[in-house]
C-alpha cells in the first residue's frame, strides 16, 4: 500500500487520538460513578462526546504537532472528569480501582481497532475500503497502547502514581503525591533525554507484536 500524504495521515489519525484521549477519561468518570461518586455523571462528563472533553492544548495542539512533524511517539491528554474523593467509602481503594479504568479502557480500544484493522485485512483485495480500515485501526492501536504505557507509569499525577499511592501508608502516600507539582516537568525531561522511549520500547514492542498479530498485520 503506498504511503499516506500528510493530510491522508491526519485525517487517518484524528478519531483515534480524540477518542483514546476522551475514552480514557471518560472511564476514569464511570469508575468513579460506580465506587460512589457521581461528580462527573451529575455535570454530564460521562459522555463519548468529544467537545465535552477537549482540552485545546493536550487534545488538539500537541497531538496535531507530533503527528505532522512525524515524531514518531504521540500522546496527549484531555479535560480531567472530576472526581471527589470523599464521596468513596473506601477513598484509596476506590482511587486506584478509578485510576486503572483509564489504561484499561485505552486497551480495550487497542482491541476494537485491531479488529476494525482485521476487517480492512479481510477486504485487502478492496484496497479503496481495505487501507482506510486498516491505516485508521494501525493508528487506534498505537495511541491506545502509548496512553496505556505512559499512564501506568509512577509519576504523579499520572494513573500508575494513584496506584502506588493508593498502596503506600498515608504519610508516604501524602509525601509521594507532593510531586505532582513536578510531573509534567519530569515526563517532558524523560521525553526530551529519550529516556521515556527506553523505558517504554520494550513493553510497547510487545504489546504492538500482540495486537497487530490480532489485527492480521
Known amino acids: 500500500m503506498e504511503e499516506l500524504t500528510v493530510v491522508q ?125 486498516i491505516k485508521t485501526g494501525e493508528a487506534g492501536i498505537h495511541i491506545n497502547l502509548v496512553l496505556a504505557l505512559l499512564n501506568m507509569l509512577p509519576i504523579p499525577p499520572l494513573d500508575g502514581s494513584r496506584v502506588l499511592s493508593g498502596m503506600l501508608p498515608d504519610y508516604w502516600a501524602w509525601r509521594y503525591n507532593q510531586l505532582e507539582r513536578y510531573g509534567m516537568i519530569i515526563l517532558l525531561l524523560l521525553l526530551g533525554t529519550n529516556i521515556l522511549g527506553i523505558v517504554l520500547a520494550y513493553p510497547m514492542y510487545f504489546l504492538s507484536q500482540v495486537f497487530f498479530s490480532l489485527a492480521g498485520l
Request: aromatic share 10%.
Open 9 to 133: 495521515r491526519f485525517v487517518v489519525w484524528v478519531l483515534p487520538v480524540v477518542f483514546a484521549i476522551t475514552g480514557h477519561e471518560v472511564a476514569h468518570g464511570w469508575m468513579a460513578k460506580h465506587y460512589g461518586d457521581k461528580t462527573a455523571f451529575k455535570q454530564g462528563r460521562l459522555s463519548l462526546n468529544p467537545l465535552k472533553h477537549i482540552d485545546p492544548l493536550g487534545t488538539v495542539i500537541i497531538p496535531g504537532i507530533m503527528l505532522l512533524t512525524f515524531s514518531g511517539f504521540i500522546f496527549g491528554w484531555a479535560k480531567p472528569v472530576p472526581i471527589d474523593p470523599r464521596n468513596f467509602k473506601q477513598p484509596k481503594k476506590a482511587m486506584m480501582m478509578v485510576a486503572l479504568a483509564g489504561p484499561l479502557s485505552n486497551l480495550c480500544m487497542a482491541l476494537c481497532w485491531a479488529m476494525l484493522a482485521r476487517i480492512g485485512v479481510m477486504l485487502h483485495e478492496m484496497e479503496y475500503i481495505a487501507m482506510p480500515l
